[in-house]
């Protein structure tokens, strides 16, 4: 009996049958989770491949087991992080670990797991600081990787604005929404950089303020020009042409103000809470909103002043109206200008409220699926919250 424990024991690490099912935190519980899941388990899931080879690299390097026992099994893992475990270097059973050939000692064993599948050449505390980095870093990635898609719609659009006016004020705009779509490469060499993350967070702050002011500017144009009252038809609807320029820089520059708020806490990762990121957001989303009710106000004050009918896409000809003998007139009605009614309809259609709301993606379960020895991103448990 005792000549097979020793065996048991003695070849256990070296010929391993199957995974951990968790690397842990003494204090804090589970740090790691990995387990097998079925075929409509990872089928349910959204997946995100990640293409990047020194990620790849990298998740390699952490948890090497898992592709040694893949490549034999065939099998599908999961991994989950949560990354707001607290390192366990910090704690008293974490500080009198000792490492040894095989793993480490001197740490309470789970489910009958006697000794940490913790990597060579990794302690306790720079592995767990090594996989949350990494955790995080891709985090970051995918969501300015969606930041990016929404930046180049906002640069489209952009370009569809007349540059018959206004061409120095939309040369800014450019020149700030390029510098933005640079911030929001989020570069591999920030995984292992603190600094280029704080850089980079640095540069938002500044390109936050260069957006505000370009958006105060815009706002304050549309003010400036709905000032004017009892204008003609034909100058009523000059000058809804020209709001419509200013009116659509307004919005997508708040888009903008939106996506560097976002891009700032991704930078901290976590570690400066998203409603400290969005302060600027509830500072200038009530100047937008009034911006914006004060336009469409402007336009049913002169709508009814002067007999427009949106809906029917008409107005009634000024002057004096044809009559049917002398007691029965009969009205007249003019089209709308095409170009006039679609800048008239989209600024009614001014939002009322702005809203600004992200996810806080630092604060919760991270997952990886490993199949075929290729690494996916689980995108699924981030949007379940």
């Known amino acids: 009996m005792k000549w097979k424990e020793f065996f048991t024991r003695r070849f256990r690490k070296r010929h391993p049958k199957s995974l951990p099912s968790a690397i842990a935190d003494p204090k804090e519980g589970v740090v790691v989770q990995i387990r097998s899941l079925a075929t409509k388990e990872w089928r349910a899931k959204k997946l995100e491949k990640i293409d990047d080879q020194a990620l790849e690299e990298r998740m390699n390097a952490l948890f090497p087991m898992v592709f040694e ?26 500080k009198k670990a000792k490492r040894s050939r095989f793993g480490l000692r001197g740490l309470p064993s789970l489910k009958g797991i006697e000794k940490w599948a913790v990597p060579a050449g990794f302690s306790l505390a720079s592995f767990h600081n090594s996989v949350m980095g990494f955790a995080s870093f891709v985090v970051g990635q995918y969501y300015f990787a969606q930041i990016r898609e929404r930046l180049n719609d ?35 060499e920030m995984l292992d950089n603190p600094s280029l993350r704080k850089e980079e967070a640095h540069k938002f702050d500044a390109l936050e303020q260069e957006c505000m002011e370009l958006l105060g500017q815009a706002n304050l144009m549309i003010h400036s020009s709905i000032e004017e009252k009892d204008l003609s038809y034909a100058a009523y609807e000059e000058k809804t042409k020209e709001v419509e320029n200013w009116y659509r820089y307004s919005q997508l520059l708040w888009g903008v103000l939106c996506q560097i708020a976002e891009g700032k806490y991704l930078c901290h990762e976590g570690k400066i809470s998203l409603a400290y990121c969005q302060t600027v957001l509830v500072d200038y989303a009530p100047q937008c909103r009034q911006t914006y009710q004060a336009l ?14 949106v809906a029917k896409k008409r107005r009634e000809r000024s002057g004096n109206p044809k009559s049917l003998w002398k007691w029965v007139p009969i009205k007249s009605y003019v089209a709308l200008d095409a170009t006039f009614l679609s800048c008239l309809e989209d600024q009614l259609s001014a939002p009322k409220e702005l809203s600004f709301k992200a996810q806080e993606v630092f604060d919760h379960d991270v997952s990886f699926v490993v199949k075929a020895g290729e690494i996916y991103y689980e995108v699924e448990s981030e949007k379940e919250k």
């Open 69 to 94: 026992q893949q490549a034999e099994s065939k099998a599908v893992y999961e991994i989950s992080i949560p990354l707001q475990a607290k390192a366990p270097s910090e704690t008293k059973e974490g």
């Open 154 to 188: 906002i640069d489209r659009a952009l370009a569809q604005i007349a540059t018959f006016q206004n061409n120095e004020f939309k040369s800014k705009a450019f020149a700030l929404l390029v510098q933005v779509k640079r911030s929001a490469s989020f570069r591999y």
């Open 296 to 309: 469409i106000a402007w336009h049913e004050e002169n709508e009814k002043r002067l007999k427009i009918d």
